[in-house]
């Protein structure tokens, strides 16, 4: 019986290690939803990221981790004439995924493509501007060049999100360059990425990547489920957990959750200034102070927020960029204090008094307005609760309305009937380009008064110069002076007033190996080509 | 049976009674953020615990409860008016009245009302006080849940229109409203009732759902349906337990209300 036991023993460890070694397994995980497309090029939801994310090449991809730019199809860029042109050179003898080979006509291919107003890329959108769209020059078989109409700060971040196409596979955009390729879809149900077997990279030891034999995504919309799935080990990893599943699993199985840090999504709450809106002139004047806007971010503890509605797992908000965006982050901004009597001196400083704990301008309305926010998110509504007896403090009372999403958006971009907004907003891209749409005074997002013929205010006409200044800088270092400059305005001024940075937490079965988590999306499987999950997983991923 | 009838009757006399003298019973404000308590068990402070935000549950059910149920019973009695009107107009007067009263039924019946309501609520004023804008949902339901009860009134209409009385009144001369008023709907009362206490479990259920989608009562004011959403995670029940006791007051409620209706209905 002893000798049975030590070979029973023998035998899983020496699978256990042949998994490792030889990289079978299937990679199993949840996709909250039904990808939209599985065009690549139009993409816009999270799952379809996903599935892109895994079976795209690009030419450039930023490391999830270090936050560089790295080479992927290309064996190097450069960026030439004051950042209007960037040439690739790309890698030889690289494949699609039904063995079609791949060369700088694709690039252009894909390029143009991307460029046809007919399909509407979202990808697309970010290479556009006023004066035009880029011109792609093949100037050999893997050499090309890509000339934009006017120079654009750090361009080339903006491949990381560009899915090579074939031009003469008869698949299309079936035929891929990254490490998985779609190998079946029930609508509804699941994908089955198997492996590329064309894909181009190797490891250290030169084996070919990826090691997974496959990935089995899941399109479960239900948190709870997937939740309980992965603590069946029937799913290897929860991209974003939220505060209470992080915390109850930390508890059950401490080492396979990983908070990395604040993430890039933040929640804030902005005033509504925009001059059609229709409510009354008094509140308008209320919103349109700076002192006002400023003594309701003094009146709210951030730190409650974070250790109440996030347990702990969230950083009290100071500015757009969070700690998680290293290059652009402005650490010499502090969160708004706490402090009530500080609010109360600002809020003098514009007439108004306090009577009897109710909050008075100095035409004698009391200070009331509403609050809306999308109805069923529960963290939201724990904020803008907290935030409602937050302001009681110093007379001012909150009415909170949660309104179903699409009414949500009508009030908030259409007819702007609202006093006050509770959202958050979700950062894909690192650089302060792709904020472009809601910092510019003439912008569509530039929430608290949008599209603007000429900004209303000095520090809105501060902003636009130093958001175009920014854009079209290509010394690092005087970029990042400008956008500082444009994250104090916003701090100062407060239009937008931040709240908090949640973190990103994760989850990861200890079946999985290589696997490191970062605030990025996609946190889990960011590398999902050097993953592997063990054989013993096979039954059970935890 | 009668026992069981008269301990429903009195375990909804105390509901109503504890909910209507929350604020004797409350021990706390139901908005008030003991924020260094949050997610406390019972205890002698908190007897229902305290919910993510350091709010005494006990209290919050207690003026959840008189929200919910006070509300469900005016808006069950506008229902009930509206099905009353309709279904004794149709049912008494026949032909094209009967007609257009019954497409007007099944209309309504047809509606998407949770998407009606949705739209209803979007476009309040939102500067409404909680409990205005609370007042205008069980208002819209009322409005929205009469058809129903209306086919009900119609048939048992049709029955009374044949008797005797209804011939002898229309013979001497009564007209068609007055015999409604004064014949048809007095006897109509065992029916009108049985849909008026059958109205109000449901019209609980109802802002129990919009609850569920986080467009019931707005914060702070608490309901049955806010509080119910605590319960959406299974693993938080696990670890809060307690967090059921809305859910089993809802039970308990509609329980004793069907306990009761048994004993209402009584044949015409």
Redesign the interface.
């Known amino acids: 019986m002893k000798f049975r036991g030590v070979l029973v023993n023998g035998l899983t460890a020496l699978l256990v290690t042949c998994s490792a070694l030889l990289g079978q397994g299937e990679l199993r995980f949840c996709l909250r939803s039904e990808p939209r497309t599985l065009n690549p090029l139009l993409t816009a939801d999270e799952s379809s990221e996903a599935v892109r994310y895994l079976t795209a090449g690009v030419l450039i991809r930023m490391n999830r981790l270090t936050q560089v730019l790295e080479p992927e199809l290309v064996k190097f860029w450069k960026v030439s004439e004051a950042g209007r042109t960037v040439q690739f050179e790309l890698r030889e003898g690289l494949r699609f995924s039904d063995g079609t080979p791949f060369s700088a006509e694709d690039v252009a291919f894909t390029m143009r493509a991307l460029m046809d107003p007919q399909l509407r890329s979202p990808v697309g959108d970010s290479f556009r501007s006023a004066q035009g769209v880029p011109e792609v020059t093949v100037t050999g078989p893997r050499s090309l060049s890509v000339r934009f109409p006017s120079a654009v700060a750090g361009v080339e971040r903006l491949f990381d999100q560009v899915a090579m196409l074939s031009s003469r596979s008869p698949l299309k955009e079936k035929a891929v360059l990254g490490p998985f390729l779609i190998g079946e879809h029930k609508p509804g149900v699941h994908i089955r990425l198997d492996r590329n077997p064309h894909y181009w990279k190797h490891d250290e030891q030169g084996r070919r990547l990826p090691y997974l034999d496959s990935i089995y995504l899941e399109i479960q919309q239900n948190r709870?489920i997937e939740?309980?799935k992965f603590q069946r080990g029937q799913v290897h990893l929860i991209n974003a957990l939220d505060a209470?599943?992080f915390q109850?699993l930390s508890r059950e199985s401490p080492g396979i959750t990983h908070d990395s840090g604040p993430s890039l999504d933040s929640e804030m709450i902005w005033f509504n200034q925009a001059p059609s809106a229709p409510i009354p002139q008094f509140r308008k004047d209320w919103f349109r102070s700076r002192n006002f806007r400023r003594a309701v971010s003094a009146a709210i503890r951030r730190e409650?927020l974070c250790r109440?509605?996030y347990l702990g797992f969230a950083q009290p908000a100071a500015a757009p960029f969070s700690a998680a965006n290293r290059l652009w982050h402005n650490p010499a901004l502090r969160p708004h204090e706490f402090e009530t009597k500080a609010a109360l001196r600002l809020l003098a400083l514009d007439g108004f008094r306090l009577e009897n704990g109710v909050l008075k301008d100095s035409a004698g309305n009391r200070v009331?307005?509403?609050l809306?926010t999308n109805?069923?998110?529960?963290a939201r509504?724990?904020i803008?609760?907290?935030v409602?007896?937050d302001l009681a403090q110093i007379g001012i009372r909150l009415?909170?309305?949660?309104?179903?999403f699409p009414?949500l958006i009508?009030r908030i971009s259409r007819s702007f009937?609202?006093?006050a907004c509770l959202l958050g907003l979700t950062n894909v891209d690192l650089d302060p380009n792709g904020q472009m749409n809601v910092w510019l005074s003439s912008a569509a997002n530039h929430q608290w008064n949008p599209g603007q013929k000429t900004p209303a205010t000095s520090w809105e006409t501060e902003i636009d110069r130093l958001m175009y200044a920014q854009s079209s800088e290509l010394n690092q270092k005087k970029r990042k002076a400008s956008f500082d400059q444009v994250q104090r305005i916003i701090w100062e001024e407060a239009p937008m007033i931040y709240l908090v940075h949640k973190n990103a937490l994760s989850a990861v079965a200890r079946t999985v190996i290589n696997a490191r988590t970062t605030a990025l999306r996609p946190q889990t499987y960011w590398n999902a080509e050097r993953l592997r999950v063990s054989v013993a997983a096979q039954g059970g991923a935890r | 049976m009668k026992i069981v009838r008269t301990l429903a009757w009195v375990l909804l006399a105390s509901i109503f009674g504890a909910s209507a003298g929350a604020e004797l019973l409350a021990l706390a404000d139901y908005?008030q953020?003991f924020?260094e308590s949050?997610n406390r068990a019972p205890s002698a402070q908190f007897p229902l615990g305290t919910d993510?935000?350091?709010r005494d549950r006990f209290s919050r059910l207690l003026y959840g409860s008189r929200v919910s149920l006070f509300l469900a019973a005016a808006a069950a009695a506008l229902a009930t008016l509206i099905a009353a009107a309709v279904g004794a107009t149709g049912g008494y007067l026949g032909g094209v009245w009967e007609k257009t009263a019954m497409s007007g039924t099944d209309l309504v019946l047809s509606l998407p009302w949770l998407f009606l309501l949705?739209?209803a609520?979007?476009a309040l004023p939102?500067?409404?006080?909680?409990l205005a804008?609370m007042s205008i949902t069980f208002f819209l339901l009322g409005l929205l849940g009469w058809a129903a009860g209306a086919r009900v009134v119609r048939a048992a209409t049709r029955a009374v229109k044949e008797s005797e009385y209804v011939l002898q009144a229309r013979a001497s001369g009564c007209g068609p409203f007055r015999i409604i008023v004064a014949h048809v709907l007095p006897n109509l009362k065992p029916v009108l009732i049985a849909q008026f206490w059958l109205s109000i479990p449901t019209f609980i259920l109802s802002e129990a759902n919009l609850g569920l989608?986080?467009?019931g009562v707005?914060?702070?004011m608490p309901s049955l349906g806010t509080m119910l959403?605590e319960m959406?995670?299974?693993?938080?029940i696990a670890?809060y337990p307690w967090i059921v006791a809305p859910a089993l007051l809802l039970l308990l409620v509609v329980s004793c209300f069907q306990v009761v209706l048994r004993g209402e209905q009584r044949p015409l």
């Open positions: 709870e939740f309980t209470e599943q109850r409650d109440m509605v009331e307005f509403s809306v109805a069923g998110n529960k509504e724990k803008a609760a907290m409602q007896a009415n909170v309305v949660a309104l179903d009414s009508e009937s609202y006093d | 908005s953020q924020r949050p993510d935000l350091g949705l739209a609520r979007a939102l500067n409404a006080p909680p804008s989608l986080g467009l707005s914060e702070p959403r959406e995670s299974v693993s938080r670890s």
